[in-house]
């Protein structure tokens, strides 16, 4: 399976018909940022960080997003590296090997907080029980760029008896409840199970029209 790119201007700019109401308004903020306005990339960075991202200000100076990812997975690496320069293009975005088989991609920013939904001296990710912003909610085009995003970090395609199936897992309730959601507005069912760990886990199964969702939201990892 070949890694899935952005999509080029042009069909996004189609599908930016009939986006969420306040697309406009949240543009124009991003503007004044000065950073990319292109709130179907800012949706999958969303997705990317919620799962597998890490916000930290060791120097108190300017905030850092680490997005962990496996070494198995170099096509998904060269994408998350791409999408964070797309949306800081004045900044840089670093790779750094850690133990093991695992690499950080990293990006500084003063915009981090204002644009994911936790902080960095918030506590962990469970503690402030981070959501998906109502804004992804609201727009199945933005949902599909989040779910791809969530789905390359948290979640996995394996095969049951020869049928392909999807789990999504986390430990933060509302964000499984989150998950859940956008799954049925775009269409489709899904299962949610959990398991006591140190936290309770919950396990999210899609387990019909499988293909269908994969092709949706371009879900590729590789």
Request: proline residues 4%; aromatic residues 10%; positive net charge.
């Amino acid at each position: 399976m070949k890694l899935v790119s952005m999509r080029d201007s042009k069909s996004r700019a189609a599908r930016r018909e009939g986006s969420s109401p306040s697309s406009g308004t949240k543009q124009g903020y991003f503007r004044q940022l000065a950073i990319s306005d292109d709130l179907f990339l800012l949706a999958y960075i969303v997705g990317l960080a919620i799962g597998d991202g890490n916000l930290s200000n060791p120097n108190g100076g300017a905030t850092r997003l680490r997005i962990s990812c496996d070494t198995k997975y170099p096509n998904l690496i060269k994408n998350i590296r791409e999408a964070l320069q797309r949306l800081l293009p004045k900044n840089k975005v670093s790779i750094v090997k850690k133990r093991g088989n695992c690499v950080d991609v990293y990006c500084y920013s003063n915009h981090w907080e204002k644009i994911l939904p936790w902080k960095a001296f918030g506590g962990s990710k469970y503690i402030q029980n981070v959501r998906v912003p109502q804004w992804i909610k609201d727009s199945n085009d933005y949902s599909k760029e989040c779910m791809r995003g969530l789905m390359q970090t948290d979640g996995c395609v394996y095969y049951d008896r020869g049928y392909p199936m999807i789990n999504f897992t986390t430990i933060i309730p509302d964000l499984a409840s989150d998950v859940q959601e956008m799954i049925r507005r775009l269409g489709f069912t899904s299962k949610m199970g959990t398991v006591m760990e140190v936290h309770s886990t919950y396990r999210i199964r899609i387990a019909r029209n499988v293909e269908k969702f994969i092709e949706l939201i371009n879900l590729v990892k590789d």
